[in-house]
């Protein structure tokens, strides 16, 4: 576990070489101050509302950031009317629920699962690979027969709205990931989800407790009627989440293959280390993702959520229709995050 965290630290001190003169120019003095006594809890999505909620109870009894983000992402994670989370989410173009999960610390520690399938709570699978293995990745069988190990409960999660969901879909078996797009849910004449799905999927979720320490977690039952095995951003560090307890933390969500390609929370927050506020972090992030394919990023939605140190935040996306909720001692948000396009 130490030489892993120490790789992971040297690594992240050579990254910034490889960000821009420009931006080194925008250097600020670091790590940020902690902001102590003053906790608080971001997430991705209208729905992070509820998982805020639940953080904040850990987090407003003095609790430690960890078990808030384990605590928050699980009320999506067990929502059966949450299509893009967890339980009751759509399936595979198999029509198989499989689920992805990451989580990470204030130490570098880290762990995650993709593609696992009848387990409701996916993220605490991977607090487990995080704690009880020297591993930070398993998949698929391997996660299910650990997680079963474990004391976990197997059960179906392909409810019967997404099962009848999943059925019509195959009548066309039209597959086309577009994302939200102005927040609206495409009609049926040009919905390529039948019954208007609103694709947009995953939760990500950061916090800062009462010491000032962050983690973050982020799970999804990814794109619906994917192939199977598919797996996005979500559930992989430096891409779908990332913490850097001596700067800050960030979460995406949209379409993960556009996030993989850059490694996008991890560059939000080597953005955030050279001065960066964490909104302008992040549309630097999502204006890399137009500068790689211009054409391409115009038909997807990307979004990039960010929390620094000094308890700042901030989003970008890459269409409008991005939201996120924010829970502190001082107020309790649901904010439209800003676009590029």
Same mark, same amino acid.
């Given at each position: 576990?130490? *030489?892993?965290?120490k790789?992971?630290r040297s690594?992240?001190a050579?990254?910034?070489a490889?960000?821009?003169?420009?931006?080194?120019?925008?250097?600020?003095e670091?790590?940020?101050?902690v902001?102590?006594g003053?906790?608080i809890?971001?997430?991705?999505?209208?729905?992070g509302?509820?998982?805020?909620?639940?953080?904040?109870?850990?987090?407003s009894a003095?609790?430690?950031?960890?078990?808030?983000?384990?605590?928050g992402v699980k009320?999506?994670?067990?929502?059966?009317?949450?299509q893009?989370v967890?339980y009751?989410?759509?399936?595979d173009?198999d029509?198989?629920? *499989?689920?992805?999960?990451?989580?990470?610390?204030?130490q570098?520690n880290?762990?995650?699962?993709?593609?696992l399938?009848?387990?409701?709570?996916?993220?605490?699978?991977?607090?487990?690979?995080?704690?009880?293995?020297?591993?930070?990745v398993?998949v698929?069988d391997?996660?299910?027969?650990?997680?079963?190990?474990?004391?976990?409960?197997k059960?179906?999660?392909?409810?019967?709205?997404?099962?009848k969901?999943?059925?019509?879909w195959l =009548?066309?078996?039209?597959?086309?990931?577009?994302?939200?797009?102005?927040n609206?849910?495409?009609?049926?004449e040009?919905?390529p989800?039948?019954?208007g799905i609103?694709?947009h999927d995953t939760?990500?979720?950061?916090?800062?407790?009462?010491n000032g320490?962050?983690s973050?977690?982020? *799970?999804?039952? /990814?794109?619906?009627? =994917?192939?199977?095995?598919r797996?996005g951003?979500s559930?992989?560090?430096?891409a /779908?989440l990332?913490?850097?307890?001596?700067?800050g933390?960030? *979460?995406?969500?949209?379409?993960?293959?556009?996030?993989i390609?850059i490694?996008?929370?991890h560059?939000?927050?080597?953005l955030?280390?050279?001065?960066h506020?964490?909104?302008?972090?992040c =549309? =630097?992030?999502?204006?890399?993702?137009i500068s790689?394919?211009p054409?391409?990023?115009?038909?997807?939605?990307v979004?990039f959520?960010?929390?620094?140190?000094?308890?700042?935040?901030?989003?970008?996306?890459?269409?409008?229709?991005?939201?996120y909720?924010?829970?502190?001692?001082?107020?309790?948000?649901?904010?439209?995050?800003?676009?590029?396009y």
């Open positions: 576990m130490s *030489t892993r965290r790789f992971l690594s992240v050579g990254s910034a490889v960000l821009s003169g420009q931006s080194l120019l925008a250097m600020q670091v790590p940020y101050p902001t102590k003053n906790p809890v971001i997430s991705t999505w209208d729905f509302k509820a998982a805020n909620a639940e953080a904040w109870k850990i987090l003095g609790g430690r950031a960890l078990d808030a983000v384990e605590a009320v999506p994670e067990a929502d059966e009317s949450n893009s967890g009751g989410g759509l399936p173009r029509g198989r629920v *499989t689920l992805d999960a990451c989580i990470m610390d204030e570098y880290c762990g995650s699962v993709m593609c399938e009848h387990i409701m709570h996916p993220i605490s699978v991977a607090r487990l690979v995080m704690e009880k293995t020297p591993h930070v398993l698929g391997g996660a299910l027969q650990f997680a079963l190990a474990n004391g976990f409960k059960e179906n999660l392909l409810t019967p709205a997404s099962e969901a999943w059925k019509e =009548k066309t078996s039209k597959y086309e990931p577009l994302m939200n797009i102005e609206k849910l495409y009609n049926k040009n919905d989800m039948p019954g609103n694709n939760i990500g979720l950061l916090a800062m407790d009462t320490q962050l973050g977690a982020c *799970t999804t039952s /990814g794109m619906a009627y =994917k192939l199977h095995g797996v951003d559930p992989i560090i430096g /779908g990332y913490v850097d307890n001596e700067v933390a960030a *979460t995406s969500t949209g379409v993960g293959e556009e996030v390609r490694v996008g929370s560059l939000v927050v080597e955030m280390r050279q001065g506020k964490p909104e302008a972090a =549309k =630097k992030a999502v204006e890399r993702i790689r394919s054409e391409k990023a115009k038909q997807v939605q979004g959520l960010a929390i620094n140190k000094k308890g700042e935040f901030g989003a970008y996306a890459l269409q409008p229709g991005f939201t909720a924010v829970k502190s001692g001082k107020e309790e948000t649901i904010y439209k995050g800003k676009s590029i």
